[in-house]
């Protein structure tokens, strides 16, 4: 079992960026792929990055691509999503997920057995 807490949304400008934390704590969070999702007012949970469990693969949905970096430091059991250049379709509640596994990277969020609390980001125009 892991538990996962997220920090760091805010209310930001487009253009600004925002770095988001993941800390987990329970089980070391190397034996787990790490995911973040989104979920704006009225819409399902969308998938935005996540990461293999040392690091070496990355996935990106083609929106926040050149925008957004997804990295993880296992040693300190925390993940992070830093944004930049947010536009208002970026905001949402931001969510830490994780999933056993190794190189096997899914988008799909009932795939992930674990789940943050969420933070939020809100970008004005």
């Known amino acids: 079992q892991v538990q996962l807490v997220e920090s760091g949304g805010g209310l930001v400008q487009a253009g600004d960026s925002l770095r988001l934390v993941c800390a987990t704590s329970g089980r070391t969070s190397s034996l787990y792929i790490m995911g973040w999702f989104r979920q704006a007012p009225g819409k399902g949970r969308e998938f935005v990055a996540a990461i293999s469990r040392t690091g070496g693969i990355t996935d990106y949905t083609d929106s926040v691509k050149g925008r957004f970096t997804i990295s993880r430091d296992n040693a300190k059991n925390t993940v992070h999503l830093h944004m930049n250049s947010l536009k208002p379709e970026d905001t949402a509640v931001y969510y830490c997920?994780?999933?056993?596994?190794?190189?096997?990277?899914?988008?799909?969020?009932?795939?992930?057995?674990?789940w943050g609390q969420g933070t939020q980001v809100t970008v004005s125009s």
């Open positions: 997920a994780a999933r056993p596994g190794y190189l096997n990277i899914v988008r799909i969020p009932s795939e992930y057995n674990y």
